[in-house]
Each structure stands twice: as C-alpha cells, then as structure tokens.
C-alpha cells in the first residue's frame, strides 16, 4: 500500500496544483468578461487619454510663469497662465470623477455576473458534487474569492489606461523639455521592472494558500456555529477543540496577510529611494561642464516636477502587474467551479409534457446506477411498472438501494443504463423545472428556511395566494397549530426549523408538496423518526396527500406500507420478491423476514 501523504505534503501538492491551473487561467478569457462593457471602457479611455494629454501642460506653463510671466514682470501673461494652471486641475479632476463613477460601475456589473454565473452554475450541479465539497468551501469561493478578485476587476483596467497613458505623455514631455536628462531619469525602468516580477510570483503564491485558508476558516463557522454542529459541540465538549481549530487558522491568515503586504514593501522603499536620488542627479547633470548654461532654470524646475510626477504613475502600472498576477489563482479557482461539468442538465431538445396533463404512469426499465468512483452498482437491473394513481413501497434493509431509486425518480441522479420514464417520455428527455412540478418528494430530513412559515411553504409556489396556503396546510393538518402561535403563519421558525419538532416539521413539508400539486409523490421514509402518536397525526396528512397521486413509498416500518398496490423487496440493489403484503407474506420469503 502506498504510504499516505503528511499534511505537509499535501499542502505543497495542493500549492502545486493550484499554481499549475493559475498560470493555465488565460488572460483572454479574463477580458472576455469586460467584452459587454467594451463601449463603456472606450468611454473611460478617452476620458483618460484627455486628462493625462491635459495634464503635462501644467510643467509647460509652469515653466512659462519661471523664464517669462516673472522675470518680465507680464501681470497679464502671469494671470493667464495660473489661470490656465487652474482650469487645467478642476477639468482633470472632474474627469477624473467621470472616469471613476463609469469604471466602477463596470466593475461591479463584472463582479455581479461572475457571482451569479457561479452560483446558477452550481445550482444545476449533482447532488454528487455537494456530497463531495464542504459546504464552506463553496461559499468561500463566492464570497471570499470573488470579493478578493474586486479590486482588480473594477480597475486593472482603468488604472493601466490612466497609468500608461500618464507614462507615455509624461515621458514624451520630458524628452520635449530635454532629452539628456530624460535618459538620465528613466535608468529607473529597468530595476523596478526585475523588482515587480519578483513580488507579482511571491504574491500568487501567498494568495492561493491565503484563500485555502479562508476556506478552511468558513468550514469552522459553518461546521461550528450552525445549531445542529453548536448542539453536537455542547453535548460532546467540542467547543475548546473548535476555538482552538478557529484560533489556529485565523493565526496562520494573519501570518500569511503580512507577508503578502510586506512582500510589496521593500520594492516600494528600494523605489522611493531611487526616484529621490534621480532629482539630485538630474541638478548634478545640470550643473557638469557639457550641459551648464544649456538649460534654463524654468526648463530645469518643470522636468524635476514632471520627473516627480513620473513615480507614481509608473509604480502603479507596475503594481496592476503585480495584483494581476496575484489575482489569477483567485481567478483560477471561480474557473474551476464555472468549467465543472453539468451532470444532471435539461436536454438540448426537451420534450414538451405538460405538467397538469401528466396521469403519471411512471415506469423503470433496466435501470441500473453506480456511484462516481464506486466498483459496484447502487441498483442494478431494477424493472417496475407503476400505473397511475397507484402505489408502490420499496422495503429492504439499510443500504439496499430504496433511496437510490428514490433519487432516481426525482432526478437528482440519471441511471448508468436503462430508463425511467413518466407517461412514456423519458425522464432526461424532459426540463427540470418539468420534472419538478411532476414528481415531489418527502423525505426523513425536512429542511426550513430562516423565515416564516408563510414564506417556506410559499418557496414551492411564489405565486400561491394566503387562502391556498392555509387551504394546504389544513389537508396536512397543520393548520390549527400554525393559527395559534403568536405570529400565526408570519411566525419565523428559525435556523432549519428548530422550533417546530419532527413531527410539525414533516407537516410542514407535506403542506409545502401539498402546494404543487405533483402527479407523482416519493415518500423517502418520511415517518421513521417519528414516535408513534406523531406518526399517526403525520400519516393522517400523508393519506390526504397521496389521494390520487402515483406514489413510491420508502419505509423501514411495514405497517406503513401494508395497503400498497405492490411491493418490492430489495437487497444490494436488486429486487429479490415483488408483490401485494399477503401474496409475499405467503411465500414466506425475505419479505416475511423483515415483518416478523
């Protein structure tokens, strides 16, 4: 056997992999994302191009105002250019309002569309992909990674416009004022240049392992701070253990924000330093014997602004460089999510099957499944008929593969051969949003939202008047209870509904199906945790619910399943009897087994 890698190493592996995806992120595809916004950003380019082009007549008239406007005493030329000097920085500063207020609007429109991209993408995932990812890594990854991504996308664009184009005008009007010393200021690019790559790489890697570690820190709130993980925390003990895990990882965040903050800040002092030695240099230059009495004092003071002025334009083309770079392993792992294949997807030419005309025949041909990355099959080989409007119970120990077909039927997993179908169209041939008015689902596990009971039970019909709320959950005899809580139905019955007990919140959940209306009705075990007073007030509801209804009934208990039309009995995902309860109680099978 293989020996199991150490935690360290599957650090440095994972660090590895995700270096190895953030150099594949392309960079076309991150602009692919401003390409709706292309007439927008052309705005903001102009609006830049001509606040930067603007701006170096500020050193022309300045050295006007030094070799002119002064010595000749001109009061009129002298209030004409500081006039002009004037205009010059209230019409750069309000493009430069201008240019923010758009650039950011497009900024946030990007993050908009990739934080719902991600999520609607995640939304048609499998219920595989979610047994398989902690739950605080997804929100991490839309959370956390994208909002650390927002810098970048509202002004990585923008800000390389504005700097290069300041760069360039800059430039250009130093080489105008004296090209000599230009070559003596820009012997700064070259060092910056090495200094930007080497941060740029530092910081990716610091960024990928500092959004692991955000991960793992939602996971702690999730898994901690949730009722079900506070209430397994307080009867086990676990809290000291979980504050230690939180203490830890938030330790190792602070450690690792410093060292991507401090991985900036020694270039930024080597460059400080530079930049403050090129102006004595430049008075140096001036004063040597080849270029004393070439230049004026005006020529001199203006190329020392505009020399001046260069740093922070060029440092902030640099850093774009280096947020870019560090931004692409955050751009790599919402790339991941967008790029995973869709399991269970509507079909490319759906089969039009109105819902409310469905009679609801369901049948299962030779329908075998294995789960992703197991040798053996869930199910295997499994044919039933269901006509409609009757009822079908699956029985068999834990483990048979009854919830396996359960989900199946509902779709939340597709067979690995055969076919399911209702009314003779196959289930993947038909929208999801199809299948989910055709056949609702019950199980064990009920889950509410964080709102009121009016608002959960109209989450499965947004359109469902007040009266055919209350008309629901008095067919799921709720309603008497509902009524009188002190807010009625507007009562909020917190986190995952702990309010209400197992019993309420099954009720809940068949007034909930109630609403729908669905042709075809599973039953996955939906009254084994109940105590026997509660199972029989819950299967009051149930019988007003299957009314009518094809129904699959899942069920550890027999006596549930007693007056089914048929029953099959499973074992390791095969149907081993089938049959009405005294024809299999009389062949005095496996059936019978389980009901002795």
């Given at each position: 056997?293989?020996?199991?890698?150490?935690?360290?190493?599957?650090?440095?592996?994972?660090?590895?992999?995700?270096?190895?995806?953030?150099?594949?992120?392309?960079?076309?595809?991150?602009?692919?994302?401003?390409?709706?916004?292309?007439?927008?950003?052309?705005?903001?380019?102009a609006i830049i191009v001509a606040s930067s082009v603007l701006a170096m007549a500020?050193?022309?008239?300045?050295?006007?105002?030094?070799?002119?406007?002064?010595?000749?005493?001109?009061?009129?030329?002298?209030?004409?250019?500081?006039?002009?000097?004037?205009?010059?920085?209230?019409?750069?500063?309000?493009?430069?309002?201008?240019?923010?207020?758009?650039?950011?609007?497009?900024?946030?429109?990007?993050?908009?569309?990739?934080?719902?991209d991600v999520f609607a993408h995640l939304q048609r995932q499998s219920l595989a992909f979610f047994t398989r990812t902690r739950t605080g890594e997804v929100q991490?990854?839309?959370?956390?990674?994208?909002?650390?991504?927002?810098?970048?996308?509202?002004?990585?664009?923008?800000?390389?416009?504005?700097?290069?184009?300041?760069?360039?005008?800059?430039?250009v009007a130093m080489v105008a004022l004296s090209w000599r010393l230009s070559l003596v200021s820009l012997v700064v690019l070259p060092p910056a240049?090495?200094?930007?790559?080497?941060?740029?790489?530092?910081?990716?890697?610091?960024?990928?392992?500092?959004?692991?570690?955000?991960?793992?820190?939602?996971?702690?709130?999730?898994?901690?701070?949730?009722?079900?993980?506070?209430?397994?925390?307080?009867?086990?003990?676990?809290?000291?253990?979980?504050?230690?895990?939180?203490?830890?990882?938030?330790?190792?965040?602070?450690?690792?924000?410093?060292?991507?903050?401090?991985?900036g800040r020694w270039r930024m002092a080597s460059m400080s330093v530079i930049f403050a030695a090129i102006p004595a240099v430049i008075y140096l230059s001036a004063g040597?014997?080849?270029?004393?009495?070439?230049?004026s004092i005006g020529t001199l003071v203006a190329f020392t602004a505009l020399q001046g002025g260069l740093f922070r334009p060029l440092m902030g083309l640099l850093n774009v460089g280096v947020s870019l770079t560090a931004s692409l392993a955050l751009f790599a792992r919402i790339f991941e999510y967008l790029d995973l294949p869709?399991?269970?997807?509507?079909?490319?030419?759906?089969?039009?099957?109105?819902?409310?005309?469905?009679?609801?025949?369901?049948?299962?041909?030779?329908?075998?499944?294995?789960?992703?990355?197991?040798?053996?099959?869930?199910?295997?080989?499994?044919?039933?008929?269901?006509?409609?409007?009757?009822?079908?119970?699956?029985?068999?120990?834990?483990?048979?593969?009854?919830?396996?077909?359960?989900?199946?039927?509902?779709?939340?997993?597709?067979?690995?051969?055969?076919?399911?179908?209702?009314?003779?169209?196959?289930?993947?041939?038909?929208?999801l949003a199809d299948l989910a008015a055709i056949v609702g689902v019950v199980s064990q596990e009920t889950y509410l939202l964080h709102t009121t009971v009016r608002e959960n039970l109209r989450y499965a019909r947004p359109d469902a008047t007040d009266a055919e709320i209350e008309a629901a959950a008095r067919a799921a005899r709720i309603h008497d209870l509902i009524a009188g809580l002190p807010d009625g139905y507007d009562t909020v019955v917190g986190s995952r509904g702990h309010r209400f007990s197992g019993g309420e919140k099954q009720r809940l959940a068949i007034a909930r199906t109630l609403l729908r209306d669905p042709r075809i009705?599973?039953?996955?075990?939906?009254?084994?945790?109940?105590?026997?007073?509660?199972?029989?007030?819950?299967?009051?509801?149930?019988?007003?619910?299957?009314?009518?209804?094809?129904?699959?009934?899942?069920?550890?208990?027999?006596?549930?399943?007693?007056?089914?039309d048929q029953i099959a009995v499973l074992d390791h995902g095969r149907i081993v009897e089938a049959g009405t309860h005294d024809t299999l109680l009389r062949r005095n099978g496996r059936y019978a087994v389980l009901a002795s």
């Open positions: 056997m293989a020996p199991t890698p150490s935690g360290r190493d599957r650090g440095r592996s994972v660090s590895a992999a995700e270096k190895a995806q953030a150099r594949q992120v392309s960079l076309r595809r991150i602009g692919r994302l401003f390409t709706a916004h292309r007439g927008a950003l052309v705005t903001v380019t500020s050193p022309f008239l300045l050295r006007a105002v030094i070799d002119r406007a002064l010595p000749e005493r001109d009061l009129t030329l002298l209030a004409w250019l500081v006039g002009g000097m004037i205009a010059v920085a209230a019409v750069t500063a309000v493009l430069g309002v201008v240019q923010t207020w758009i650039s950011t609007r497009v900024g946030q429109q990007v993050m908009h569309r990739l934080r719902t991490s990854r839309i959370t956390n990674d994208i909002g650390g991504m927002q810098s970048v996308v509202t002004s990585t664009a923008t800000s390389i416009a504005a700097n290069l184009t300041t760069v360039v005008a800059t430039v240049i090495w200094l930007t790559r080497r941060v740029a790489h530092l910081r990716r890697e610091i960024t990928a392992r500092r959004q692991r570690e955000l991960a793992d820190l939602n996971v702690t709130v999730e898994e901690g701070l949730s009722i079900s993980g506070v209430q397994l925390a307080k009867t086990l003990g676990t809290g000291p253990a979980l504050i230690a895990r939180f203490t830890a990882s938030s330790a190792r965040l602070v450690d690792l924000e410093l060292r991507s903050e401090l991985a040597l014997p080849g270029t004393a009495g070439t230049l869709v399991e269970v997807d509507d079909p490319a030419e759906p089969v039009e099957l109105d819902p409310r005309r469905v009679r609801g025949h369901l049948r299962l041909d030779d329908v075998t499944f294995s789960y992703p990355g197991s040798d053996t099959a869930a199910v295997a080989g499994i044919t039933l008929d269901v006509p409609a409007g009757t009822g079908l119970a699956l029985v068999g120990e834990t483990g048979s593969g009854k919830s396996t077909l359960a989900a199946l039927v509902s779709r939340l997993h597709d067979p690995t051969s055969g076919r399911i179908t209702v009314d003779g169209v196959d289930l993947r041939h038909l929208r009705l599973v039953l996955d075990e939906a009254t084994s945790a109940l105590d026997t007073e509660t199972e029989r007030a819950v299967q009051q509801a149930l019988d007003e619910l299957t009314h009518g209804r094809t129904t699959i009934t899942i069920a550890h208990r027999l006596s549930t399943v007693r007056g089914a």
